[in-house]
């Protein structure tokens, strides 16, 4: 019988433990993550490369703050982890960010949102696959497998730079400098067709080296190395995505335009080249006039073009 009384205490006292570990779980959450994770309110990023940008975008902004409390500060978080160049980051959720773990989740898992974030980065720094991990403490690990190797960095800058000193006059307006990038492009690349409409894959025609040393670019290609140039002459820009296509956006005579080579780069049936101008520096409402189908972006992931 006490046998019995003991084993009845035991259960009760464990059920007890249990129903106080259930309505205290945050406060020994917290006291678990200051245990295990005692610098976790030191986080920072101590170097970015010298592709960062240091400024910022209506949809994200560079953030000191590695502890977010709310999903545009979260989105901040990934913004400038990627944006500063790193290929691994650590950091947690704030104490009163009760959603953080299911926002992350929702965020590793939404490759569109994931591929916005990154078309406001520097192409050298932009990603071809990026990997979320976490734990129900809120330690949340970023890994980032970039587009560009830094052989592939090397080569480019140094045809970049090649071409820039051919192409871009200082004493020149920036409207001249812009256009005679964009021909030189449109008239140096073919489009790649066999890779866009068949999947086949002889060039790497979807970042800025295919165009550059192959002759051959998809959007990718074409709107990477444009940005490069525009990096070069100080414009502020990013690329623009659809769920088809992708081209740049930059800010030009106090205002944001569209800038789309690949389509001024059309396919001719006979095989001939020709050079367009009718996607060369155009607000929204005129780029979606002329074409609607491959044009068509969520304006609240670019809502600088919300106006053009």
């Known amino acids: 019988m006490k046998k019995f009384v003991n084993y009845l205490l035991f259960i009760g006292f464990i059920l007890v433990l249990f129903g106080v570990c259930l309505y205290k779980k945050d406060d020994i959450q917290l006291f678990l993550k200051n245990i295990f994770n005692s610098n976790y309110k030191d986080v920072n990023i101590d170097k970015t490369n010298e592709y960062y940008r240091n400024y910022d975008f209506l949809f994200v902004q560079n953030t000191n703050n590695f502890i977010p409390n709310n999903k545009q500060e979260l989105l901040n978080v990934y913004y400038t982890v990627i944006n500063s160049g790193v290929e691994s980051f650590t950091f947690y959720c704030g104490d009163e960010y009760k959603s953080c773990i299911m926002d992350v989740q929702s965020?590793?898992?939404?490759?569109?949102?994931?591929?916005?974030?990154?078309?406001?980065?520097?192409?050298?720094?932009?990603?071809?696959?990026?990997?979320?991990?976490?734990?129900?403490?809120?330690?949340?690990?970023?890994?980032i497998t970039k587009n560009y190797s830094d052989e592939d960095i090397s080569l480019i800058n140094n045809k970049v730079n090649e071409l820039y000193l051919q192409l871009v006059n200082e004493n020149d307006s920036l409207y001249n400098n812009i256009l005679r990038v964009h021909d030189y492009i449109v008239n140096s690349v073919k489009y790649d067709s066999l890779r866009s409409d068949q999947g086949v894959i002889n060039y790497r025609s979807d970042i800025a080296y295919g165009p550059l040393f192959e002759g051959y670019a998809i959007c990718g290609g074409y709107t990477d190395l444009m940005q490069l140039f525009l990096e070069k002459m100080n414009v502020k820009s990013f690329r623009v995505s659809s769920d088809q296509h992708v081209w740049n956006a930059l800010y030009y005579n106090n205002r944001w335009v569209n800038l789309d080579l690949t389509w001024d780069d059309p396919v001719i049936s006979d095989g001939s080249e020709a050079l367009e101008h009718n996607f060369f520096l155009i607000d929204t409402s005129k780029l979606q006039s002329i074409e609607k189908t491959e044009h068509y972006f969520d304006t609240n992931d670019y809502p600088e073009l919300k106006e053009a």
């Open 107 to 143: 965020l590793a898992n939404n490759q569109s949102t994931l591929s916005d974030i990154n078309n406001y980065v520097h192409p050298f720094n932009s990603f071809s696959n990026i990997e979320t991990s976490y734990d129900t403490l809120g330690k949340i690990t970023i890994n």
